[in-house]
């Protein structure tokens, strides 16, 4: 026989004993913990692509070189670009402070320097923004600017040669007077002329550029005017001019038939024009999308050698 509950106790404690209130407070707790297990965890975010990485780096160096290359005249960026490419492939601004050209005549600084056009032996792939930026320009400078002996030009004697490092870092037939005895910095213009030299026992021939002054200018066209090279800028105005003449003519003209064409023809036009939008919306989704080609390293680089090559 079971015995019977004490119900003044059990009324006392609630209707339920403290066994009861411990089996729910366990199961809360179990509840609760189960919860926290089972809760999902957030898929890891995959790695990203290292050469990916690697390029998405240096077009944004490309981007804050650019700003900082573009906000420097002509002349600062010339100097920036040689100390940088001194301070990766060698040497040092302070070895030129003495110039040893004096020492020496033409003719010993043009057998000692007897390669005129230099080749490009690095690997340009492992080059930085900044490093391939300086390279080109300095390797460049010597393909580009001459200097020019002009004593004897009434005799119609003209003499090249191409420029050392000193007169590369000075800026000298750049920023200076290409003459060889002159300095003057002010209003100068290019020339183009054909530079005839013999290396290794043949015969070459090279376009350089002469930035002279007025003075030296003239003497350089006493007898034949040499091909003066002027600013991309001014050329690119001069088309854009041109064309916008075109445009207006053509406008015009178009304007002068419309005017003799009737209603009839007008009404025409407006329903073809209906449907020729209605094609074009339609053609936009048969072909793929045109994608901007973004611009190479090397367009770049002319971009930003348009205003330093003059």
């Not at 402070?97 to 080749?119: G, P």
């Not at 390279?135 to 393909?143: A, I, P, S, W």
């Not at 770049?300 to 330093?308: G, L, N, Q, S, T």
């Amino acid at each position: 026989m079971v015995d019977n509950p004490d119900l003044v106790q059990i009324h006392n404690a609630g209707d339920y004993g403290s066994e009861f209130e411990y089996d729910s407070e366990a199961e809360k707790k179990r509840a609760k913990y189960n919860d926290l297990a089972d809760k999902t965890k957030a898929p890891k975010e995959r790695a990203v692509n290292k050469r990916k990485l690697e390029d998405e780096y240096s077009k944004e160096e490309g981007t804050i070189h650019r700003l900082h290359f573009l906000s420097l005249d002509a002349y600062s960026r010339h100097k920036m670009l040689v100390n940088t490419y001194l301070s990766f492939y060698g040497g040092s601004v302070n070895q030129f402070k003495r110039d040893s050209s004096r020492d020496k005549t033409d003719m010993d600084v043009i057998r000692e320097n007897h390669q005129f056009l230099w080749s490009d032996e690095d690997d340009e792939d492992e080059l930085d923004w900044g490093k391939d930026l300086a390279k080109k320009y300095y390797n460049k400078l010597f393909k580009t600017y001459a200097i020019v002996d002009l004593s004897r030009y009434k005799e119609n004697k003209i003499a090249l040669r191409w420029r050392i490092n000193q007169e590369v870092v000075d800026g000298k037939g750049q920023f200076m007077c290409g003459n060889r005895k002159c300095k003057e910095s002010e209003g100068l213009r290019s020339w183009e002329v054909n530079f005839a030299y013999v290396e290794h026992g043949q015969k070459k021939n090279a376009l350089v550029k002469l930035r002279l002054c007025p003075d030296c200018s003239y003497k350089l066209n006493y007898h034949h005017r040499k091909k003066e090279v002027l600013p991309k800028k001014k050329e690119i105005k001069e088309t854009e001019k041109s064309s916008k003449k075109i445009r207006s003519d053509e406008l015009s003209d178009d304007k002068a038939e419309s005017s003799h064409s009737g209603t009839i023809e007008e009404s025409d036009k407006t329903k073809g024009g209906s449907e020729s939008n209605i094609d074009d919306e339609s053609e936009v989704w048969k072909g793929p999308v045109k994608l901007t080609e973004e611009k190479s390293r090397e367009e770049e680089f002319d971009e930003y050698f348009a205003d330093m090559f003059l």
